[in-house]
């Protein structure tokens, strides 16, 4: 009965729609460079959900795969 409770009470409050959620995550994923040649990949797959779900601003999705093909770019040489 506790756990039904729990999870009840999680589903019906917190966040209240994407304004919210994005204050409470941000948006500094949009055009991160990561270290590694593994980083780029795992970003743009974050960041590619985001976008398709509008998630992210068209800026900022553009912002993105700039950086990211600069960064593709810089961990080549």
């Known amino acids: 009965m506790t756990t039904a409770l729990l999870l009840a009470g999680c589903g019906t409050s917190g966040v209240d729609g994407v304004p919210a959620l994005r204050l409470a995550i941000?948006?500094?994923?949009?055009?991160?460079?990561?270290?590694?040649?593994?980083?780029?990949?795992?970003?743009?797959?974050?960041?590619?959900?985001?976008?398709?779900?509008?998630?992210?601003?068209?800026?900022e999705c553009d912002r993105h795969t700039k950086a990211s093909a600069k960064r593709r770019a810089e961990l080549k040489s």
């Open 26 to 59: 941000g948006n500094s994923l949009a055009g991160a460079e990561g270290m590694t040649a593994d980083d780029p990949n795992k970003i743009d797959r974050t960041m590619a959900s985001g976008c398709a779900v509008k998630f992210y601003t068209p800026a």
